[in-house]
């Protein structure tokens, strides 16, 4: 009698944890605008404030008519497309969260190396007419076209000091 009534007092502990887990993640998830970041709108890039600026610059940019955010910092497949989706939403929560993300805003070697891939991948012909291939041997399309995505590169910390530029197109 007792283990029946200790099961039950556990099963009742851990459904009221459950429930307020998921409780708490679809607020937050609703807070967050979360639904928005499964499209593939702009602006979903804007939901958080520090993204703002880079929104704003890409409306003015070169690219603007050419190319959205995902089109150019996603991969294009479908599945990768939702697995970097997953693992950018992932790291960007947890560094608004924390505070311990970098100032102005800087892109991972990894999401570089997808831009970089995208770029190719649109303007293949061009780059091999110019002597480049996908191999990866040629520079990285940012480091001569910094500005086409989101015109000259600042962030909210101001214009990038030539380390912080050498870094974002290593």
């Known amino acids: 009698m007792l283990r029946a009534q200790t099961l039950s007092a556990l099963t009742t502990v851990l459904a009221v944890g459950v429930g307020v887990l998921l409780g708490i993640g679809l607020v937050t998830f609703v807070y967050a605008e979360g639904g928005s970041y499964l499209s593939t709108d702009p602006a979903a890039c804007a939901n958080c404030h520090i993204m703002q600026s880079q929104y704003d610059s890409w409306q003015k940019a070169s690219h603007h008519i050419a190319a959205t955010c995902v089109g150019c910092h996603l991969p294009a497949d479908f599945v990768g497309k939702y697995i970097a989706k997953a693992e950018n939403g992932w790291n960007h929560s947890k560094a608004f969260t924390l505070q311990d993300f970098h100032e102005p805003i800087m892109i991972t070697r990894k999401n570089a190396d997808i831009l970089q891939r995208n770029c190719l991948g649109c303007h293949a012909d061009l780059v091999h007419a110019l002597g480049g291939g996908d191999d990866g041997a ?9 500005s086409v995505g989101h015109g000259e590169p600042v962030g909210l910390g101001g214009p990038w000091n030539d380390e912080e530029r050498a870094e974002a197109t290593r």
Not at 138 to 146: K, S
Request: with cysteine; glycine share 12%; net charge positive.
């Open 138 to 146: 040629a520079p990285r399309c940012v480091r001569c076209h910094g």
